[in-house]
């Protein structure tokens, strides 16, 4: 347990619904990221929050929204995904360089 | 960009081995964290260990940051040691909000 929670944990969409993952830590930090993790690949960064300011976006494409409305919420919105889209999105959140993970969602697009 | 390398890429051990794991990059770096990656999905810190050697029970870790790698140490292994273990990277000093980047893991199978 890390104290950055997920919800949900497991999701299951079509290509033309709109979802949208949730991020939360009471941990005090100030920078929140997105990663995403496909199968037989590494990790990769889609978004860095610091403060609440985007300050990075790894070229993710636009059916990602990311949205950070305070320094304990990261929410991931999500619209017309396609099938490769399939993963698991994992959160994170850290008071300085070291980073502590949710959970994840595993999502499947049908 | 960085390179980050692991090996062995998949390790079988009996229960009660011992096993190394080794993570090597490419350019200097100033945060070093391993991860254990269990069966749910779930990334648990092991070590933020940038440089230097750190011991937490039967896992240890060792960074020589001048040669640019990483060793895991795990003794006496158990089943529940069983999952992807991970070494990621960042390459910007006191800030927060940098990415990590990860290798691509080392598959560790513990039987009894």
């Known amino acids: 347990e890390t104290g950055v929670t997920q919800t949900p944990r497991h999701l299951v969409m079509g290509m033309t619904n709109k979802k949208s993952l949730k991020c939360e830590q009471h941990l005090g930090h100030n920078a929140m990221y997105w990663y995403k993790q496909s199968a037989k690949k590494p990790l990769e960064l889609m978004f860095v929050y610091n403060f609440k300011e985007q300050t990075e976006n790894n070229s993710v494409p636009s059916r990602f929204s990311p949205e950070c409305p305070n320094s304990s919420h990261l929410f991931l919105h999500l619209h017309t995904l396609q099938p490769e889209d399939s993963a698991l999105y994992l959160c994170?959140?850290?008071?300085?360089?070291?980073?502590?993970f949710g959970p994840g969602t595993r999502l499947t697009v049908t | 960009g960085i390179q980050v390398e692991q090996s062995p890429p998949d390790l079988i051990l009996q229960e009660g081995a011992n096993s190394t794991l080794r993570c090597n990059f490419s350019d200097s770096v100033n945060n070093l964290q391993w991860f254990h990656q269990n069966p749910w999905g779930q990334l648990i810190n092991l070590f933020y260990i940038p440089s230097g050697t750190k011991q937490n029970g039967r896992l240890s870790a060792t960074t020589v940051a001048t040669e640019r790698y990483s060793l895991l140490y795990i003794s006496s292994s158990q089943t529940t040691d069983s999952g992807v273990y991970f070494c990621a990277v960042d390459l910007i000093a006191g800030q927060a909000g940098t990415a990590l980047i990860f290798g691509k893991g080392t598959t560790l199978s513990v039987s009894s």
């Open positions: 994170a959140s850290s008071p300085g360089q070291e980073q502590y």
